[in-house]
């Protein structure tokens, strides 16, 4: 199956200031990229996607870049809010299923 | 608004007795799915309908069983749980399985006494 990898696992930033996480993955075939923000006693929730007909998608601050030669894409937050502190998971697609990094834990201190 | 709904939010039971969760979805989706999240950790899929085909994941206990009675409802049982089988339990839908964006619901805390 696909094999993704994540990183940071933690990250921490002033209020203002960009995040930026980066994953990769294995099976060249994949063509469609979640990202999705889990806040503490919720599911998660899908903020972004990207497939692979594009290279870059922006939705106000954040955007997710994709980079099929090298088979890695990252999320990109600017401007970042305390509302931003959150676990961040991305996703490649294998056979019938997603298959997720294992999180990045963000923190945005005012 | 059209959603995944997972009920109770909060479950306690006791080790080795019998629990059911419940997951519903507005969505019309054709795929429900269950993961299991222990603290700190991704979500772990634990099996999927497709409809009425059901998937199961090679690594999922035998413990763990789920039903389907209609496109809407879905339900995870967990015959005898043990302490280990304490973690949030979540259900997703999507309109097709694998390049098709994932709608989670909040997520069932299941806690062993």
């Known amino acids: 199956g696909e094999n993704v990898e994540q990183h940071p696992s933690t990250l921490s930033v002033q209020e203002g200031d960009s995040a930026v996480i980066k994953c990769t993955y294995s099976?060249?075939?994949?063509?469609?990229f979640p990202w999705y923000k889990q806040e503490l006693g919720k599911g998660p929730q899908l903020i972004i996607d990207?497939?692979?007909?594009?290279g870059e998608k922006k939705d106000q601050r954040i955007a997710v870049t994709l980079n099929k030669t090298a088979k890695h894409f990252s999320l990109h937050i600017t401007e970042t809010q305390p509302e931003d502190s959150a676990v961040y998971f991305c996703?490649?697609?294998?056979?019938?299923?997603?298959?997720f990094g294992r999180g990045t834990q963000l923190t945005v201190w005012p | 608004d059209a959603m995944v709904i997972q009920n109770p939010r909060y479950q306690v039971t006791q080790f080795g007795k019998p629990v059911t969760l419940s997951c519903s979805q507005t969505?019309?989706?054709?795929?429900m799915y269950w993961y299991q999240q222990k603290s700190s950790q991704a979500p772990k899929l634990l099996f999927h309908?497709?409809?009425?085909?059901?998937?199961n994941e090679a690594d999922t206990p035998d413990n763990f069983q789920s039903r389907r009675p209609n496109t809407s409802f879905c339900f995870l049982d967990i015959r005898s749980p043990g302490l280990g089988d304490a973690a949030m339990y979540l259900c997703?839908?999507?309109?097709?399985?694998?390049?098709?964006?994932?709608?989670f619901g909040d997520g069932t805390r299941l806690s062993i006494l």
């Open positions: 997703a839908t999507s309109s097709g399985t694998g390049e098709q964006p994932q709608h």
């Open positions: 099976d060249s075939a994949s063509n469609y």
């Open positions: 990207i497939r692979s007909n594009v």
């Open positions: 996703a490649a697609p294998g056979p019938g299923r997603l298959y």
């Open positions: 969505l019309n989706h054709n795929v």
């Open positions: 309908y497709y409809d009425k085909d059901f998937n």
